[in-house]
């Protein structure tokens, strides 16, 4: 393996091997539609999956993490309709239904985009783990929204090239290089929450468990010490997965949305 091909291999998402029942339902709910996004540094020309749910006139966008997809917020998103809000979701490039074998937080962003130039405005977005990344670089790329609420969100990126080079037992030299493609295609600016995030002046709540054993609590604090006016509510018990579903989660942010 060399760099390029360790550069792949990290960009390259494991797609759900099948769905929950509630997930299936909660897509057999859905109007269907799809975009196209423009080729990025990952892929070609993406053909994105895009879910919508009522007709609430404020509409909340949803973004999902890392090997995950748009019906793993099933239980947000009956919440949010049984409050009178309208839901919109998509499957991020290489993820769920969409098209794509590789993606990042910059690829998620650019679905976010057009996404939103299709349909939205959005009132709020909901982003979780990865997708937090996403709605930072789509907000400073000129998503406009009102509200934001982070779920055990991601908010660097290094650390994790770091742990799948240990996890993976990359040799030092090989490790080393991984890291030069890494930076040369992706800078701070680019995949750090806290930079881009320092002179937003949206609203923002973050839930992250402290003892998440998937993304640590301190990418939570980092990004609510430096997104002005932002709230970290500590979700004990939630896990990074499960805090999609958690009850305490649901009605905090549906609360935060509805707050006006």
């Known amino acids: 393996m060399d760099a390029d091909e360790a550069l792949q291999e990290f960009l390259r998402p494991q797609r759900a091997s099948r769905n929950l029942k509630r997930e299936d339902a909660v897509l057999g709910l859905a109007e269907l539609s799809r975009v196209v996004i423009a080729p990025g540094t990952e892929n070609e020309e993406e053909d994105i999956a895009v879910y919508r749910w009522g007709s609430g006139e404020r509409r909340v966008l949803l973004v999902h993490g890392w090997a995950g ?7 947000l998103i009956s919440a949010l309709l049984e409050h009178g809000f309208s839901v919109v979701a998509f499957d991020a490039p290489a993820h769920g239904n969409s098209s794509g074998v590789f993606a990042s937080g910059p690829a998620f962003a650019r679905a976010a985009r057009m996404v939103d130039e299709q349909h939205g405005p959005f009132y709020g977005v909901v982003a979780h783990s990865l997708g937090a990344i996403a709605t930072t670089i789509a907000l400073a790329q000129g998503l406009k929204t009102q509200r934001v609420v982070l779920l055990a969100p991601v908010a660097f990126v290094e650390p994790l090239l770091e742990i799948f080079i240990k996890l993976r037992e990359l040799p030092d030299p090989l490790g080393a ?3 030069e493609r890494f930076a040369a ?8 929450v806290p930079l881009l995030a320092k002179d937003f002046e949206i609203p923002a709540l ?3 468990d402290p003892d998440d ?3 640590p609590f301190s990418h939570g604090e980092s990004i609510a010490q430096a997104w002005p006016g932002a709230t970290l509510v500590p ?3 939630a896990g990074h997965w499960r805090i999609l579903r958690d009850q305490s989660v649901i009605e905090g942010t549906v609360a935060f949305l509805a707050a006006n």
Do not use: E, N
């Not at 295609?185 to 750090?192: E, V």
């Open 69 to 75: 997809k748009a019906a793993q917020f099933f239980a």
């Open 235 to 237: 979700a004990s018990g």
């Open 206 to 208: 973050i839930f992250h």
């Open 177 to 179: 290089a991984l890291r």
């Open 213 to 215: 054993g998937d993304m």
């Open 185 to 192: 295609r992706y800078s701070a600016g680019i995949i750090s």
